[in-house]
């Protein structure tokens, strides 16, 4: 078989900007797709697509529809990896940037529950799905860009560039929530307001694609490709021979998901609802916290080039099990100095524990099945640790009070802490290698 031509870009500097523009720009407009939806379940979902009544049950019903992209997500993570292990990297986060752009901009244009009755709510919930099949395919690609194009001792730093993707959407989405809270009264918010970040998605996407376009393979792909065939079926091939470390990817992702929705999503919900601080007051508060986690994230990523995955992972999973002591006493303090402490520790630590993230998962898995098995793992966690989140930490708060919902928060840092104990670690190895 002839040799193919691995991507130029791969050896120079302007070429990796170019990846990691690429890799952040996806992910960024991905997260602030999928976390305008969480805030606007947090203010407007539940009483805009439910029947009109008890505004707890309405609030339950928004988080359960928060809660159906997370489980699309390993659909679309079998979906897309399978394409991106058969076809590339590249085809595959263009696909699923499409599919999650469009689902985002739909829901923006979609009528309520007042206007057409209960198939409100199930056209939500099904774009709702399609947004987790998208967001399924993203992570692993962006991840996989950055990383098998980096150069040695460079791919926890390279890979850091997806993880910022969640800071830099979610400061988008935040802000400009705030901006309309400031700007429209509450009937005008209600009425079309809370519809702007939806349709404003339309943009967002069509600068991502240009930028994605422009990219070429990676070089790690591109040389398996040129070896043998690709897998017939990654997916199977995946399970059968790779089960442990899916598994074990899946369970240190928990504590990430667990950090960042506690303290967003939740946190807001209580914030506003239980504690009668003012939406706008909240969100000023989550856009100044969110750079704690912008910071975290390449001084973690820097540090597990240095010092390895493992060793960042254990701290900072073990830091976040003892914070969630803390929960009932920062958040519940019902002050805004103690609220802001908790989302600067709480996102803090989803930076240190999300950062080596891009380069572990990645490096669990070998090139043919790379893509399958990176987002996989990463939505599997996503489930765990994310999807159910809100929904679970307001049934605690509201049998149990606080304290339960920081004993959520300190199982999920101890599972995952458990999970890196049981990997080796992957800091050496060379994913440009054949397999």
């Known amino acids: 078989m002839a040799t193919q031509t691995l991507p130029a870009v791969s050896s120079s500097s302007d070429g990796m900007g170019r990846i990691a523009t690429a890799s952040l720009i996806g992910t960024a407009i991905e997260f602030y797709d999928f976390y305008i939806y969480g805030t606007a379940a947090?203010?407007?979902?539940?009483?805009?697509?439910?029947?009109?009544?008890?505004?707890?049950?309405?609030?339950?019903?928004?988080?359960?529809?928060?809660?159906?992209?997370?489980?699309?997500?390993?659909?679309?993570?079998?979906?897309?990896?399978?394409f991106g292990d058969r076809?590339?990297?590249?085809?595959?986060?263009?696909?699923?940037?499409?599919?999650?752009g469009l689902s985002t901009t739909l829901i923006g244009v979609l009528p309520s529950y007042e206007q057409i009755g209960v198939a409100a709510a199930i056209l939500l919930c099904l774009l709702?799905?399609?947004?987790?099949?998208?967001?399924?395919?993203?992570?692993?690609?962006?991840?996989?860009?950055?990383?098998?194009?980096?150069?040695?001792?460079?791919?926890?730093?390279?890979?850091?560039?997806?993880?910022?993707?969640?800071?830099?959407?979610?400061?988008?989405?935040?802000?400009?929530?705030?901006?309309?809270?400031f700007l429209l009264?509450?009937?005008?918010?209600?009425?079309?307001?809370?519809r702007v970040p939806f349709l404003a998605s339309f943009v967002l996407v069509a600068i991502g694609l240009y930028v994605r376009l422009k990219i070429s393979e990676t070089?790690?792909?591109?040389?398996?490709?040129?070896?043998?065939?690709?897998?017939?079926?990654?997916?199977?091939?995946?399970?059968?021979?790779?089960?442990?470390p899916v598994l074990q990817g899946s369970l240190a992702m928990v504590v990430c998901y667990a950090l960042f929705y506690i303290s967003t999503v939740f946190a807001l919900s209580h914030g506003v609802g239980a504690l009668g601080i003012s939406r706008s007051a909240f969100l000023t508060l989550l856009c100044f916290a969110i750079p704690a986690m912008a910071?975290?994230?390449?001084?973690?990523?820097?540090?597990?080039?240095?010092?390895?995955?493992?060793?960042?992972?254990?701290?900072?999973?073990?830091?976040?099990?003892?914070?969630?002591?803390?929960?009932?006493?920062?958040?519940?303090?019902?002050?805004?100095?103690?609220?802001?402490?908790?989302?600067?520790?709480?996102?803090?630590?989803?930076?240190?524990?999300?950062?080596?993230?891009?380069?572990?998962?990645?490096?669990?898995?070998?090139?043919?099945?790379?893509?399958?098995?990176?987002?996989?793992?990463?939505?599997?966690?996503?489930?765990l640790g994310g999807s159910l989140a809100p929904y679970v930490a307001q049934i605690l708060v509201d049998r149990g009070g606080l304290s339960y919902v920081g004993y959520y928060v300190t199982a999920a840092g101890l599972l995952s802490f458990l999970a890196v104990c049981s990997m080796r670690e992957t800091a050496n190895l060379d994913l440009l290698s054949l397999d």
């Open 42 to 82: 947090a203010l407007v979902v539940g009483a805009i697509f439910f029947p009109p009544g008890d505004s707890a049950s309405q609030s339950l019903n928004a988080f359960l529809t928060f809660g159906i992209a997370f489980l699309a997500r390993p659909l679309g993570s079998a979906f897309f990896g399978h």
């Open 87 to 100: 076809i590339g990297r590249k085809s595959t986060l263009v696909a699923s940037l499409l599919v999650m």
């Open 128 to 181: 709702r799905f399609l947004q987790g099949i998208g967001l399924g395919g993203e992570w692993g690609g962006a991840a996989l860009l950055a990383t098998e194009s980096a150069p040695a001792g460079r791919k926890a730093w390279y890979g850091m560039f997806p993880q910022l993707g969640p800071s830099v959407g979610f400061i988008m989405a935040n802000g400009l929530f705030l901006a309309l809270l």
């Open 185 to 194: 009264d509450d009937a005008q918010f209600r009425a079309w307001g809370w």
């Open 219 to 244: 070089p790690a792909f591109s040389r398996v490709l040129a070896s043998a065939p690709p897998e017939s079926v990654p997916f199977v091939s995946l399970f059968r021979h790779h089960w442990l």
């Open 295 to 383: 910071i975290a994230t390449p001084i973690s990523g820097h540090l597990s080039d240095r010092y390895g995955r493992r060793p960042i992972l254990l701290v900072g999973s073990l830091a976040a099990a003892l914070s969630g002591l803390s929960l009932p006493y920062l958040l519940g303090s019902g002050s805004l100095l103690g609220v802001y402490l908790f989302l600067v520790l709480e996102l803090g630590l989803m930076g240190v524990t999300f950062a080596p993230m891009g380069a572990l998962l990645p490096e669990l898995f070998p090139t043919r099945v790379r893509y399958s098995g990176a987002s996989i793992a990463y939505n599997m966690g996503g489930i």
